[in-house]
């Protein structure tokens, strides 16, 4: 089996900042991209940030120069650090880890800002 689990999410006022964490576990073979996803009520779920086995990371345009995405490869983690948080920003934040084109996905961990 295969893991996934996000902490970090919260309440927040606009300007403010979070720190998302996603720790992965089990028989991982390969990761072929760590993923950040985010869902608001009514909508489908959008890529937000990605980093790749490379180091390549992508970001959402709504969030580029706002979040950063990171890895830390001796604990099995990956941080999504948010800093000056909207209102629009407001949703269930997923993890992702694409293992051989597989998507496992964590329970999701809510993040509302408030204006």
């Known amino acids: 089996q295969v893991q996934v689990v996000e902490s970090g999410g919260g309440l927040v006022q606009a300007g403010g900042s979070l720190r998302l964490s996603c720790t992965t576990s089990g028989s991982i073979f390969s990761i072929n991209a760590m993923d950040w996803y985010r869902q608001a009520p009514g909508k489908q779920r959008e890529l937000v940030a990605r980093i790749t086995s490379g180091g390549y990371t992508n970001y959402a345009d709504s969030v580029k120069g706002r979040f950063t995405i990171s890895r830390d490869n001796a604990k099995n983690t990956v941080y999504l650090q948010m800093n000056n948080l909207k209102p629009e920003d407001t949703a269930v934040y997923y993890c992702?880890?694409?293992?051989?084109?597989?998507?496992?996905w964590g329970q999701g961990t809510q993040v509302t800002v408030s204006s």
């Open positions: 992702n880890a694409d293992i051989v084109g597989l998507h496992y």
